[in-house]
């Protein structure tokens, strides 16, 4: 015969992928008849944009285009010249296996990059850069919470978990007409261009998350009046997006990630016919993540007075959200440049970061580096480059109690802002702004009974004496003397003036066994 059990559902994130998958480059570069002959490499910028993902199957498919811009000198050695060339790409990242509600971020990163002049109009560019995604799939697990026989004895826990009420991903496009400042020459050239996305709110709100926050973006250009002067802006653009998140509300704590995966300019003339304006588009993924916080109950043991009984037992995984993580660093770091002594700054940027977080001896600790990059100029007005992969970190006290479980620090870091000054040794020091944020997350482990089966020609104490006496020794548990005779638990405790029925026995003591 089957027990029959009442049932709730707790859900959880399941991972199908997390992880990076390497991608070649090579391209063999040949200069538009515009550009003028090479001299010497700067930098050869490198950058993989993420134009689509999709999820077919157990395959994540991505289509994306590798920007690469090369920075050098032309036989002046006095102009800052730019070569640029996109080159599109395709990826498929196998999955664990075939999801149901599957979400994904996409991200790519750079590796390595090897540039160099086979002669004045020939570049050969080598590397690799990666495409790195997390595949997260919404999954039910069943519980037993109640058994609906009254003959059965059970068991039960409560616990403390965070359960996953949303999970969405979503990609969208922010198209934005730019103005230079009135102050500044027009456009003849872009050099360089980065967009972040910092989040600054996040609230569920009725099955979706609203995201507000900034876009801002970087531009280094060459002017229009003589293509020798070099010109910085800064734009910053509020936003407010829902993010998809089925099944969020506003008892629900949020987790939310969004990354600009692609950056494209285009110059425009202003009404006086002047390059004073850019369209810029900015291509936008986003994992949101919801989770609930609710006591959980379920059964752990269980056994039948009337029959013999065999349970059913699995590992029950509760997941418990600590704390969301937004936290920020201030790093100065100083870029020497090996006796060249810096004159003018001419731009300084970063173009990774990278962070992990731990807890170790009462602390949350995040360590991370970022690769500062700085284009100079010397006393003579000659441009040079220089770049420096860089250490920060972060610690503070970590108080929370998460039982027996440990916790494990989920995070992810972002430069929002750099500012320099030129020392008095003709260095710079350069102050970075970062952002951390994540989660942390603890797991705890219970068995619980997952269903239950009896024989019901094998009745116990069937012909057995009613009463009987057992010497139980201290330190037993009643629950285990109760379940290997066959009786009661709260008949054994009524019948021996017995109250705490979770507590081994403090002493040693004779009991009462009454069969049903």
């Keep these: 015969m089957e027990y029959t059990f009442n049932r709730a559902e707790y859900a959880d994130s399941a991972v199908l992928f997390d992880g990076c998958q390497e991608q070649p480059l090579d391209l063999d570069v040949s200069l538009p008849d515009y550009c003028p002959d090479i001299q010497r490499i700067l930098k050869c910028q490198v950058t993989p944009c993420i134009l689509g993902h999709s999820i077919s199957g157990d395959r994540l498919e991505i289509d994306g285009s590798v920007r690469v811009r090369v920075l050098y000198l032309d036989s002046r050695e006095d102009t800052v010249r730019c070569c640029e060339m996109d080159s599109g790409f395709s990826a498929a990242i196998p999955l664990r296996e075939p999801g149901v509600r599957l979400c994904a971020r996409v991200s790519a990163r750079v590796e390595y990059v090897n540039c160099r002049a086979a002669s004045p109009r020939r570049l050969d560019i080598h590397g690799a850069f990666s495409v790195c995604a997390l595949v997260l799939d919404r999954r039910i697990q069943p519980i037993c919470t109640q058994a609906q026989e009254e003959q059965l004895e059970q068991r039960q826990e409560t616990a403390a978990a965070s359960m996953l009420a949303g999970l969405g991903s979503q990609q969208f496009t922010v198209s934005e007409t730019l103005e230079i400042n009135d102050s500044k020459p027009p456009v003849e050239t872009i050099l360089r261009s980065r967009a972040c996305c910092v989040v600054q709110d996040c609230r569920p709100v009725s099955g979706k998350l609203l995201a507000k926050g900034s876009l801002r973006i970087q531009v280094l250009y060459a002017s229009g009046l003589d293509g020798a002067s070099l010109e910085n802006m800064e734009f910053e653009i509020p936003f407010s997006q829902m993010v998809d998140c089925d099944g969020a509300a506003e008892d629900c704590r949020c987790l939310l990630r969004m990354e600009v995966t692609d950056l494209t300019l285009q110059i425009r003339n202003d009404a006086n016919g002047e390059a004073m304006r850019l369209d810029a588009e900015m291509r ?163 068995k619980m009974v997952t269903g239950m089966h009896g024989d019901e020609t094998c009745r116990k104490n069937d012909g057995g004496p009613a009463l009987c006496l057992y010497y139980a020794a201290e330190g037993e548990s009643l629950w285990d003397i109760a379940r290997s005779h066959g009786v009661s638990l709260r008949v054994l405790c009524e019948e021996n003036g017995l109250t705490d029925t979770d507590e081994a026995l403090s002493e040693g003591q004779m009991l009462l066994l009454a069969s049903n």
Excluded at 325 to 345: F, H, N
Excluded at 348 to 372: C, D, H, P, R, Y
């Design 284 to 446: 936008i993924s986003a994992l949101a993540q919801a989770y609930r916080d609710q006591e959980v109950r379920f059964i752990t043991d269980a056994y039948s007075t009337e029959y013999e009984t065999q349970p059913d037992y699995a590992s029950l995984q509760l997941t418990c959200l600590d704390q969301v993580i937004q936290e920020s660093i201030m790093q100065k770091t100083p870029l020497e440049a090996g006796g060249q002594p810096v004159a003018q700054v001419l731009d300084v940027w970063n173009e990774m970061a990278s962070v992990t977080g731990e807890i170790q001896n009462g602390q949350l600790v995040f360590s991370g580096k970022m690769n500062l990059c700085m284009l100079a100029a010397d006393q003579q007005g000659a441009p040079f480059y220089l770049e420096k992969l860089a250490d920060f970190s972060l610690s503070r006290p970590w108080n929370e109690d998460v039982g027996a479980g440990v916790g494990k620090v989920s995070c992810w870091a972002l430069v929002t802002g750099l500012s320099f000054r030129i020392t008095s040794n003709g260095g710079v020091e350069v102050s970075a702004e970062i952002s951390v944020s994540g989660s942390v997350f603890h797991t705890i482990s219970r």
